[in-house]
């Protein structure tokens, strides 16, 4: 009989020893995913904070400040060659980051400065659907925000891939909006695959829009008196920010500096026009025609700040993906009439959220090895160490006397 109950003992204590670690499999497996893939984005973005502008207009008046997030290059993957692994990953990161960007910093406007799409250039129109359901249900927002898209080369095509049925297509979702304008702040959003100078329908169409909008613009700094502007609303008095997805000219990256620059070995190489960045002779229009106080611009993947001659400064935001680099980030930018602040928060490093998925894999192991008896139990090799530690002290005893 005492044998009996001391066999039906050790089975229960084996049961008791098995869900013990299948508890702590389960507590350090949900530790991991919890931190891993919701808690890191809201511990790193909340360390962000909205750059301090100048709010004191003349005769002492507050100016109105827009609070606007930049952000680039999202590149949601397409049916062809996006693997349903890199879009689960690569798209719950970017989910995750803005949903926890809108809720930490409540930003007022979103801008988002093309190639939303990675297939857009040449996507079946289900796929087109289907790429613009998961946009909406990643990147779903308050109505009070204002959210704004340009287009980019992968959303509606490099210009000889571009067509009227393209470009629809994008502005049937996005707006066709070019002008927009906010507590005194004026934005300009531009189709900068348009600009490529050759006359095309579309090219031409999108000068004539930028052609008007310099009008108004032009307009609404006249002094009072005589104008020829007609009675329509005016602007506001307000030099605008441009925003873009191919940068303005410049001829290569060689000047930028940063972590989040493109690499040393690639800042020296030389950009083609009209596909790495604008030709001269459109850059030299928009900068004449819109006089822009701020120009931003996505599409390298990488940062960079230009001071264009006699122009504004412009600031190339890197992407958002981990897809794209393993340390995406986005501008946060505080905006009155006159003047404008901006600052970069940078989203949780991939290779760091893969390293702490690698500490658990070795706690996993480790919590293995001491349940199978191939490693002693912490609170074993503690008595063992300072057992040996006594055994020590007292030979040095020993040998003392």
């Keep these: 009989m005492a044998l009996v109950q001391w066999g039906l003992g050790r089975q229960s204590f084996r049961r008791l020893k098995r869900s013990s670690l299948l508890l702590k499999f389960t507590a350090v497996v949900f530790a991991v995913l919890l931190y891993c893939e919701f808690l890191v984005y809201y511990l790193v973005i909340f360390r962000c904070n909205w750059p301090e502008v100048d709010t004191v207009a003349h005769g002492g008046k507050q100016e109105p400040v827009v609070r606007a997030m930049f952000l680039a290059d999202t590149h949601l993957l397409g049916e062809v060659q996006g693997h349903w692994?890199?879009?689960?990953?690569?798209?719950?990161?970017?989910?995750?980051?803005?949903?926890?960007?809108?809720?930490?910093?409540?930003?007022?406007a979103i801008f988002i400065l093309g190639d939303i799409f990675d297939e857009g250039k040449w996507s079946s129109p289900q796929a087109w659907e289907d790429d613009v359901q998961r946009f909406r249900r990643m990147f779903?927002?308050?109505?009070?925000?204002?959210?704004?898209?340009?287009?980019?080369?992968?959303?509606?095509?490099?210009?000889?891939?571009?067509?009227?049925?393209?470009?629809?297509?994008?502005?049937?979702?996005?707006?066709?909006?070019?002008?927009?304008?906010w507590k005194g702040v004026n934005f300009v959003m531009i189709n900068s695959v348009a600009m490529e100078g050759d006359g095309c329908t579309i090219c031409?169409?999108?000068?004539?829009?930028?052609?008007?909008?310099?009008?108004?613009?032009?307009?609404?700094?006249?002094?009072?008196?005589?104008s020829r502007c007609g009675s329509g609303q005016q602007l506001p008095a307000s030099a605008p920010v441009l925003l873009q997805h191919y940068p303005l000219y410049r001829a290569s990256d060689v000047n930028c500096s940063g972590e989040d620059a493109a690499p040393p070995e690639e800042r020296s190489t030389l950009f083609q026009e009209k596909y790495d960045v604008l030709s001269r002779e459109a850059s030299q229009k928009l900068l004449w025609w819109l006089q822009p106080r701020l120009v931003l611009s996505g599409h390298t993947h990488s940062a960079c700040e230009v001071w264009h001659a006699g122009g504004p400064l412009e600031l190339s935001v890197p992407s958002f993906s981990w897809r794209n680099r393993n340390d995406p980030s986005f501008i946060m930018g505080s905006l009155t009439a006159k003047d404008h602040a901006l600052a970069k928060c940078r989203l949780p490093y991939?290779?760091?959220?893969?390293?702490?998925?690698?500490?658990?894999?070795?706690?996993?192991?480790?919590?293995?090895?001491?349940?199978?008896g191939r490693l002693p139990s912490p609170s074993v090799l503690g008595r063992n160490l300072l057992r040996v530690h006594r055994t020590g002290r007292e030979r040095g005893r020993d040998f003392s006397s």
Excluded: T
Aim: with cysteine; aromatic share 10%; charged share 30%.
């Design 204 to 226: 031409s169409q999108a000068e004539a829009e930028l052609r008007e909008i310099s009008r108004r613009l032009n307009c609404s700094r006249e002094v009072q008196g005589p």
């Design 85 to 108: 692994l890199d879009k689960l990953r690569r798209e719950w990161q970017m989910e995750r980051a803005f949903q926890a960007a809108l809720w930490l910093l409540q930003p007022e």
């Design 140 to 181: 779903r927002h308050p109505p009070h925000v204002k959210l704004k898209v340009v287009a980019g080369n992968h959303d509606i095509g490099f210009h000889y891939w571009m067509s009227k049925y393209k470009v629809k297509r994008f502005e049937e979702v996005f707006s066709s909006e070019r002008l927009f304008s």
């Design 350 to 372: 991939e290779d760091r959220v893969l390293a702490a998925y690698g500490g658990a894999a070795g706690i996993l192991a480790l919590l293995l090895l001491v349940h199978s």
